[in-house]
Structure formats: structure tokens, C-alpha cells
């Protein structure tokens, strides 16, 4: 946490608690929009905590807030009453008679678990196919609650809750939700959920378990969004099944969206926008006098303002009112992400890798009939450094992504110190030593350099504390000459600069392995020797081993020890710099047959 | 046995209307990454028009044909005043915008219709039945299943053999290389929106024959359920789609034929829990769309 977090934070509970003051000192249906209001932003912060850092819009959540609703409603309704509306309530539930702290408890645990369940289907699927399954999660809920009508009585109003939502509850819920979402943000769950938004592979690569972070972030979201429900249930007293349906699912989506999801700031501005501007609209549905003309009464004005807000936002700005930005870096954004405790400035002494050695055998990789990899081996000890060349399509970056885990080899086995580490997804790879950059830049590319470093720094989080994978940023972010940009967003930085980031990311995951995929593409010269000469650098002060491929064959030649030539899928060569050079079926392979016999004239005469 | 191979027929029937839906929704997923929540009202649309040929006295064998042609001209509409805007944004942006369109629409029918449904004039012959032997089959039936399979024969040589058709199957693999080989992404759009709009009203005209009546939301659930499909299949996949169709079809008539009575009112949640347990076995799907896992590091 930094000293951002808090002041934002802060920010957002002097907005709410003012708010609060003067609707209370107003009364009247000041007091109940405001109520209304703070329940939305609840459900909205909620919604954000999942969708906001992972990107992945969700029509679920509205499900949980109906479970919520109606479960607390059961809890705290008094038992004479539920003999009579629903008398065939299952006991538990009919003798169930709860204070207003437990019912909501109680609720929150059960609406938390059922989410659990929930989440592992569809922490599975990625973007749009999530999606739907949370679409297809709403219209479930709906139908299990009109056909429970023993406990929900169906389609019909459900009612005898309680109203014990006043302004002062609402009020201490929504200050508590959306100091929750702030934190959780700004949290490691939030960075690396955000890093999995921006780039879901590259953050696999960098150690992140994206499916348990998705999964983590859905259910922290349904707790909130419950609360949402229980507050909502004991404000209206009575309510029906169409409550937790597609008409105000729309509109907390619509809240969510407008003002941008990315932020807990945009959750609250849109909140704010769409209460009033549905307040506003509210007022004509029914017709209005202007000026003495009747307006006719129209349907659902509501939700065609709400409608062309959207559309407005999405067309002018699709990130949202805010887009990326919470107030606070808005307004005060020389504020530094700094840590709040003591400086981390001290970089520890750079740790060598341990000995170790990773090596691949007869790994074969076939994308339906075209064999990209066919019963390739190769080793990579600690400290050395292996170059991995051969003509385009010949599977030097397929054999990468075999290696790292992010493809699923055909057949064929890899190792790690002896250790069989055949079929082992990504992420742990990461935390088992092997870490890579790519070849097209896949960097978090909403985040600032020091946060994409992080990232991976944060790894073995909470094993590794906060303060020393600073430490470990502090000290791949020297190593890459990146300190000076530390906080500049990474999409904004030069070419050079953002391949130099690529290298400091994997760094921070302390690899004992290191995989560089061109590195040195769109590089000039001066550019490329520069490099040479910090890769060097980090074999000395690191040790960790580096499997490089690059078409720069100068660099290659210089920088390795050995070199791994493959063409077609196969390794048609394998030995020092120089032999490789000079065989002929590595010359073949480049120039063609013709081309070959030029060269082997050339070198004879 | 009879009751089973009746419920089969009904299954392939509903199945195919959901095909043809998810099948839209596939093709404007595969080339746009859009999820289009105002497809069904592509298939409202189809409705009301089919309602006012049917007051205005239009034989249905013209109607049909001239409600389908309204639904690509709206689809054609739609794509150029909503959704061109937001073309190369997010799929959360798209999926936004979209809903936002659905939601508009519908409330322009409340107020611009009814918010009421509505009849619709049929043919008489749509509503007999064939028999053969204890099996009576519906003729909107045997339409239905007739139309589905030409349109799917249709479609599949369309996107085979024109230049357009596999224009936009490069597109739905790569846009940016299919741009890059000299196609233009206006047609290739606009041609994917012509034929989802031209599936949403056939099967607006196949739902609204067997059921005699139009209203604002009418098209709003089934597209819900070609969602549903379309992932079940495999997002993007247009085999998938089809497949995906076929199955919530079978899934949901068999359910209703055979879940004891205290279960039915369950019926949808359960379908559609088979449908996200059949996603936990396969994940991307009953056939995987072409470029799943395929992306470019």
C-alpha cells in the first residue's frame, strides 16, 4: 500500500460521509435516493472489484444480490409472520429469527461460498465465453427463485423484511465497500489481476495464476455485492423476483461502465451520474407540464437515457468518463507510488543463481498436421549462455513456448535439475526459475514500468515480503537502466525502452533460467552492442543461464558460448560459435542449396 | 418410443432455431469479437413486420421473405449508426454498446407498438399437423426443419465458394491480415451483419409461426440461449454454433419431456447448469473456434 492508496481512500470517505450529512439533515426523498444510491454504489464496487481488474464484464452479479436479498430476508423476518407467508418453509429456515448483523453475516459467508463454486467454472473461461456463463448464472438464479416458492414465494412480491436500512447503515456499508475495492485494487490480488487484464499471457509467463486470481477477486466481489442485496432487501421491505433481473442489471452496468470500470473513482462517478440523470428521467416518465403542454407518458424513459448515456461514453471515450485515472492521480499526480514505510532504496547484494540445469528431450510440438518441433533436445546450465538460431519458421519461438509452459508439448519430456516438469502450466514455471520476455512486447501496458516489474517481483508473495521484492524492482529496474522511468506508463515508452522492460520483468522473477526472444529486434547497432554488453552483465552478477534467439547473428556469435542451429523443426547443428558457422548444412539451410555452393566456393578459394 | 422420437422432432425443431440464432451471433463474434446483445431484436423486428403484412392483407408466402429483408436492412442500420462508432474497441466496449442498442430498441417498441403483445396473422395451414401413423408433426414443424437445413447448406456454400464468403471466414482468422491482403473491412462488416441479420429473421419468422404472436422482449431470451449455445459450441466457431444450437435444443426438449413434475419448474436453470458443466469438461467448447490458443507470442 502507498501513501496514494490512503489519500484516495480517504477521499472517497470525506465525499461519502458529506453526502450522508446532508441528505440526513434534508430528509425527506433526498434521504431515500441517497439510500438507494449508496446501495447501488455498493453493488457497483463490487461489480468493479471482479470486472474493473480483470476486464471481464459480468451480468452475474445481479444473482447474488437476489440470493442475499431474499435469504436475509428469510433470517430476520420474525417467525409468526413466516408461518403465514410461507408456510412451507423448511425449519431451519422458518424458526431462523437473526439480528440484523448476523442475518447479513451469515448471508455474505453463504452468497461467498456459492460464488466459490461458481467462480471455478467460470474463472475457466476467458473474456467473452466468462461472459455469457455469468449471463447464464443470472438467468439460473432467476429461475431457481421463482421455482423455490416455499422459501421465495415465486414470482410474487416477497415481503415482511424488515426496513432497517436507514442512511447511517447504507452510509457505513458504502464507505466500507469502497474502501474495500480501493485497497483490493491497489493490493497484489489487483496488480496481478490487472496484469492478467492487460496481457493474460505475458502475465502466466511472469508467475501469475491468472484462474486463481479471477477466482479470488469473483468472490471478494459477490461478498460486497451481497451486501449490496442485503441492504436492498431490508430498505424496500417488499420486493419480486424482476428486482435481480436484466432491467437493473442494466443499470449497475451502465453505472459501472460510464464512468470507467477500470477505477473505484469511475465506479463512484457513474454511480453518481446515473442516480441523478435516473432521478431526472424519472420525473418526465410519468409526463410532465411544460409550459403549459402535457408531455405524453412514455415507458421506460429511464431506460433510454441510461441507453444513450452508454453509447455517448462508449463512442467518445470507451474507457469511460475517468478511463484508467483514480481522482487522485487526476489531481495530484506528482504523488509517486511510493512505499509508506521506510525507504527501500537499499539493493540487496545480487543473489547468484544456483547451480542447475534445464533440459528438453525429444520435445515434439504439432499443430494438427504441420510438425512445428520434431524430437528437438537441448540443455541450458546455469551461467551459460545458448544461442538458439535457424531461418524464419524453423520453431525457435515455438520450442520457447514449449519450454515456458504456455504450449502443451505433443510428446517428448522437459527437466528441471533431474525434476520431470513435463506439463507444467506457466505460472509455475515462473516460480520454479524459468522466465522469458517475448518476442512481440507483451507488456501490462496499462501499468507503469515499475508496476510491470512488480509483477513478477511479487511472485512468491506473501513468502517474499512487500518491502524486498521493492528491493528486487529497485534492482532489475538498475540493471535494465529504467530507474529514471520508473513511473511512466509502459505503452508510452520508446521501443528500445520497452524491450529493456521485458528484460527487467523477467528479471524480477529471479530466473535461473532466462528465455530472450529477439531481443535485439529494431535495434541499430550501437543499440545492439549496448545490449550485448548488458546481457553479459547479468550472467556475471546473476549466474542464471539464458537461452537466447535472435536473427542478429554478429550478437549471437559474440555473446554465446554455444549455439543451437534449428531448421524445419529439427537441430540440423549444435556446437561452439565458430563450428556452427562454418557447417555447411547450416549455410544450406540459410541460403538455399544454391546459395550454400556460392559460400563453399567462396571459403575454398 | 413414439413420445421419444416426437420430442426428437421437436428437439431438432427448436435446436435449429437456435442454431440459425447462434450461428448470427458466431459470425459477427469471429470477425468482430463483438457479442451482439441486439440481436434479438433483429428477430423482433422480423416480427412486427410480418404482424403488419399480416393487417395489411400481404400473403405470408410474400411476408416471410419481405419481414427477412427488413431484418438485414435494420441489422445493415445498426451496424452503421451504433456499433461502426466503437468497431476496434474492447470486447467489454462492444458488448456495452450492444446491450445499450438492445435496451433502446426495446423500449421504442413499447412506446412506437405495444408494450402488449401482439397477434399475428397466419396462414392456417401452419397451425394442422401431418400424421404418420401415432406421430403427428406440426407443419410449422417440418418448415422449421426444412428451412433450418437449407439455410445451414446455404450459408456453408456461400462462405466456401464466393469471394465474400471467404473473405470473411480469413476475416473471422485474421482481420488484420485479411485487411492487409486488400480486403476492405467495411464490406467484409457490412456482409457479416447482412447475413446475421438475414439469420435473426429467419428465425424470427420460424418463432413467431409457431407461436402466433409478437412482443417487445420476444426476441430477448431466445438470443440469450444462442449465447449459451455459441460458447457451448465454442465462441466463434460457426460449426460450434451450430452444434451448440442442436444441443441446448435436445437439452431442453428432453427435459421437459422427462423431468419428474416437481423438478419443472427448474427446467431452464437446469438446462443451462448441464450447459456450464458441459463448459467445465471443455472449456473452449464442443468444436474450439480455429484461432483458440493460437495466439501469437
Known sequence: ?605 | MDVFIQQSINAVSLGGTYALLALGLAIIFSIMGMINFAHGELMTITGYALMYCGLVGLPFVIAAPFAILIAVVAALLMERIAFRPVRNSSGATLLVTSFAVAVILQTLFQNLVSPRSQAVILPDMLAQSVHFGSLSIGINQILSITITLVILVLLNWFLRHTILGMAMRAAAEDFSITRLMGVRANAVIAGAFAISGALAGVAGVLWVAQRASVDPLMGFIPVLKAFIAAILGGLGSLTGAVAGGFALGFIEIYLAAYLPDHIQPYREALALGIVIFLLLLRPNGLVPAFNVGREKV
Not at chain 1, 495464476?209 to 477477486?217: A, G
Not at chain 1, 470507467?260 to 469511475?266: F, R
Not at chain 1, 516438469?421 to 506457466?426: E, N, Q, S
Open chain 1, 1 to 605: 500500500m502507498t501513501a496514494r492508496t490512503w489519500i484516495g481512500t480517504g477521499g472517497y470517505v470525506f465525499f461519502l460521509v458529506a453526502a450522508a450529512v446532508i441528505a440526513a439533515s434534508i430528509g425527506g426523498s433526498i434521504e431515500r435516493t441517497l439510500i438507494v444510491f449508496f446501495i447501488s454504489l455498493i453493488a457497483v464496487l463490487g461489480m468493479g472489484v471482479y470486472s474493473g481488474n480483470s476486464g471481464i464484464l459480468s451480468f452475474g452479479h445481479l444473482a447474488f444480490m437476489g440470493i442475499a436479498a431474499y435469504l436475509s430476508g428469510i433470517l430476520t423476518m420474525p417467525v409468526a409472520m413466516k408461518k403465514v407467508t410461507l408456510a412451507n418453509a423448511p425449519d431451519f429456515l422458518a424458526n431462523a429469527h437473526l439480528n440484523f448483523f448476523s442475518a447479513t453475516v451469515v448471508t455474505v459467508i453463504f452468497v461467498m461460498l456459492v460464488a466459490l463454486v461458481v467462480g471455478i467454472v467460470i474463472s475457466r473461461l476467458d473474456g467473452s465465453s466468462a461472459t455469457i456463463a455469468t449471463l447464464g448464472l443470472l438467468v439460473i438464479v432467476h429461475g431457481v427463485i421463482i421455482g423455490a416458492r416455499d422459501i421465495t414465494r415465486g414470482s410474487q412480491s416477497f415481503f415482511g423484511v424488515p426496513r432497517w436500512t436507514d442512511i447511517t447503515v447504507a452510509a457505513g456499508c458504502a464507505v466500507l465497500a469502497i474502501v474495500i475495492a480501493r485497497l483490493f485494487k491497489d493490493s497484489v490480488f489487483g496488480l496481478k489481476l490487472r496484469a492478467s487484464r492487460d496481457d493474460q499471457l505475458a502475465a502466466g509467463a511472469m508467475g501469475v495464476n491468472v484462474r486463481m486470481q479471477r477466482l479470488i477477486s469473483w468472490v471478494i466481489s459477490a461478498g460486497l455485492v451481497a451486501i449490496a442485496g442485503v441492504l436492498l432487501g431490508h430498505f424496500l421491505g417488499a420486493f419480486s423476483v424482476k428486482k435481480f433481473y436484466f432491467v437493473d442489471t442494466f443499470a449497475l452496468l451502465a453505472m459501472l461502465i460510464v464512468g470507467g470500470m477500470a477505477t473505484v473513482s469511475g465506479a463512484l462517478a457513474g454511480a453518481v451520474l446515473i442516480t441523478l440523470v435516473s432521478e431526472l428521467l424519472r420525473r418526465i416518465e410519468g409526463g410532465i407540464d411544460v409550459f403549459g403542454f402535457q408531455t405524453p407518458t412514455l415507458f421506460g424513459t429511464t431506460q433510454i437515457g441510461i441507453g444513450l448515456i452508454i453509447l455517448l461514453v462508449m463512442y467518445k471515450k470507451a474507457g469511460g468518463l475517468l478511463d484508467r485515472l483514480e481522482w487522485d492521480e487526476i489531481l495530484l499526480p506528482r504523488l509517486a507510488g511510493r512505499q509508506t514505510g521506510p525507504a527501500a532504496s537499499v539493493v540487496e547484494a545480487p543473489v547468484v543463481a544456483l547451480e542447475g540445469t534445464l533440459e528438453a528431450r525429444e520435445i515434439t510440438k504439432a499443430f494438427d498436421g504441420l510438425v512445428a518441433l520434431d524430437k528437438v533436445s537441448l540443455s541450458l546450465k546455469s551461467g551459460e549462455i545458448v544461442g538458439l538460431i535457424g531461418p524464419n519458421g524453423s520453431g525457435k519461438t515455438t520450442l520457447l513456448n514449449v519450454l515456458s509452459g504456455m504450449l502443451p508439448e505433443t510428446s517428448g519430456k522437459s527437466f528441471i535439475d533431474g525434476a520431470d516438469v513435463t506439463g507444467t502450466p506457466a505460472y509455475r514455471l515462473g516460480g520454479m526459475g524459468v522466465s522469458r520476455t517475448f518476442q512481440n512486447i507483451r507488456l501490462f501496458s496499462s501499468m507503469s514500468v515499475r508496476q510491470n516489474v512488480s509483477v513478477s517481483a511479487l511472485d512468491k508473495w506473501p513468502l517474499t515480503k512487500g518491502r524486498a521484492a521493492g528491493a528486487i524492482v529497485d534492482l532489475a529496474l538498475q540493471t535494465m537502466k529504467l530507474t529514471e522511468v520508473s513511473e511512466v506508463q509502459a505503452s508510452t515508452l520508446s521501443y528500445g525502452d520497452q524491450r529493456r522492460v521485458e528484460v527487467a520483468r523477467a528479471l524480477a522473477l529471479n530466473p535461473r533460467f532466462l528465455f530472450l526472444d529477439e531481443p535485439a529486434a529494431g535495434m541499430n547497432r550501437e543499440e545492439t552492442d549496448a545490449l550485448l554488453e548488458d546481457l553479459k552483465g547479468l550472467r556475471e552478477r546473476f549466474g542464471m543461464g539464458i537461452l537466447i534467439v535472435d536473427h542478429d547473428l554478429p550478437l549471437i556469435m559474440k555473446l554465446c558460448d554455444r549455439v543451437v542451429v534449428l531448421n524445419e523443426g529439427h537441430v540440423i547443428a549444435e556446437g561452439a560459435p565458430q563450428s556452427v558457422q562454418k557447417d555447411p548444412q547450416v549455410i544450406e539451410a540459410y541460403l538455399g542449396k544454391k546459395g550454400s555452393r556460392q559460400v563453399a566456393e567462396i571459403l575454398t578459394e
